[in-house]
């Protein structure tokens, strides 16, 4: 581990969460190696083990848990490759993540919702192995969803605690708050050129709500410094009329924020504190600041929960493709693991991966024939039923569509490239 990272005090922080919480904790480096285990965490988890897993897929969902905390912000909830959950939050130093805190396994569902639809469903376990691996799932504690919200922020502070982002934060807050007025003096001097006292731009005002609700803070940020722009210049500075505005925009944000899926109690309370607040800001360049932060507390506060909930079930979605390639699987079938409709998945899968879900379906087939073709001495027709292609005819033909040659082909080009390498 590096240098600047003090081991002992992650120690430490991991031992008090894991006492604290009640759930085990996890400490790895970057690589996935176990630096420190305490309490029924990953490394205690005997269920992938009775399941038949691989003994490197605990290490492996770890690492993505690490990658999407990185992605998200410091702190990310996802499921492991038995249904469990848990969450995690990356110790960042100069070059990237150096560790992870991770805290699970733990159950978010009760026992009879996890039977029925993670082993039944899911994995397809008979009765009996669901019988056997009952003690293990009965070791496992339960938590609800705002438990464990609650104490993944607390992880992610802990975590900025370590890293001493404190100044970091500080320094960042000055930077931002000179380019955002900055910003707003450029948009000013841009209205100053027409000839006729714009109208309210409610195009900019619903573009910003977009990428409020896209998770775009830097978008979102940019827009709003446009909005404060307009409303400096359309008000002359008259403070009321400004915070009348801002009370405004506030309400439909707020109200986004519940339409992305935010708790409505949550984001109601947000609001009655950011109202408190807003009068206590009495010129505009405070009010200004003190806008743009609360943006960023609705951001991480409210907008946060349909970031942490999309993002778990694109991770559902992927896993259960992986675990049922080899079924004559459609996108109903797919949309139904997750309870949704399949318009709304295939919208939130392409906003997310940048492809559809039947693509990425595809491309996890074609993958696993590939290592199929390379491996073995199958015939084309039975590496197509395995891989959920069914007639050899339609596999052929899908294969070369995506990989730019037959199937055939690409295991004669495999063969020749490794005789290659052995000569």
Same mark, same amino acid.
């Given at each position: 581990?590096? #240098?600047?990272?003090? @081991? ?30 305490? &309490?029924? &965490? ?25 990658? @999407? ?37 733990? =159950? ?73 007025? &900055? ?42 410094? /446009? ?52 009068? /206590?800001? &009495?010129?505009? #360049? ?13 951001? #991480? ?8 909930? $999309? ?24 949309? =139904? ?39 073995? #001495? ?12 069914? $007639? ?28 290659? /390498?052995?000569?």
């Amino acid at each position: 581990m590096s #240098d600047t990272i003090d @081991e002992k005090l992650l120690r430490e922080c991991a031992s008090a969460f894991c006492t604290a919480a009640g759930i085990g904790c996890t400490v790895t480096d970057a690589q996935g190696r176990l630096l420190f285990a305490q &309490g029924y &965490g990953c490394t205690a988890c005997e269920l992938c083990k009775a399941a038949a897993r691989g003994e490197g897929t605990c290490t492996q969902t770890q690492l993505y848990g690490m990658r @999407e905390a990185e992605r998200f912000g410091g702190s990310y909830v996802y499921s492991c490759a038995m249904g469990m959950n848990c969450f995690v939050s990356p110790i960042l130093g100069p070059n990237g993540s150096q560790a992870q805190i991770t805290v699970g396994p733990f =159950r978010m569902v009760d026992e009879m919702d996890y039977v029925a639809y993670d082993l039944v469903e899911c994995m397809r376990m008979s009765q009996a192995e669901i019988e056997e691996i009952l003690p293990i799932v009965r070791k496992i504690p339960y938590a609800t969803p705002q438990t464990i919200h609650a104490l993944a922020t607390m992880l992610f502070m802990s975590a900025g605690f370590i890293q001493n982002v404190s100044d970091i934060n500080r320094l960042q807050g000055a930077q931002e708050t000179t380019a955002m007025q &900055g910003q707003i003096v450029a948009y000013i001097q841009e209205l100053k050129r027409g000839r006729e006292a714009p109208e309210y731009p409610f195009r900019l005002e619903r573009a910003f709500l977009q990428a409020l609700a896209r998770g775009e803070q830097k978008q979102a940020q940019k827009l709003l410094n /446009e909005l404060l722009g307009h409303i400096m210049f359309a008000q002359g500075r008259d403070i009321r009329a400004i915070q009348a505005r801002a009370y405004e925009l506030l309400i439909l944000i707020s109200r986004t924020a519940i339409d992305e899926g935010a708790p409505p109690e949550k984001v109601l309370a947000l609001n009655d504190r950011c109202m408190a607040e807003m009068r /206590e800001n &009495g010129d505009f #360049d405070a009010l200004c600041v003190w806008l743009s932060r609360s943006i960023k507390r609705y951001m #991480d506060e409210a907008f946060n929960f349909s970031e942490m909930r $999309d993002a778990d079930i694109i991770h559902r979605t992927v896993q259960f493709m992986q675990l049922h390639y080899a079924a004559k699987t459609s996108l109903e079938d797919i949309a =139904r693991s997750v309870y949704l409709s399949p318009t709304y998945l295939c919208r939130l899968f392409k906003r997310k991966m940048g492809v559809t879900v039947m693509q990425f379906y595809t491309t996890l087939r074609i993958d696993k024939c590939k290592e199929l073709l390379v491996s073995t #001495d199958e015939p084309l027709s039975e590496i197509a039923q395995e891989t959920g292609f069914g $007639d050899q005819s339609h596999f052929t033909k899908v294969f070369k569509r995506v990989v730019g040659m037959t199937p055939l082909s690409y295991r004669r080009k495999a063969c020749h490239s490794e005789q290659e /390498e052995t000569e």
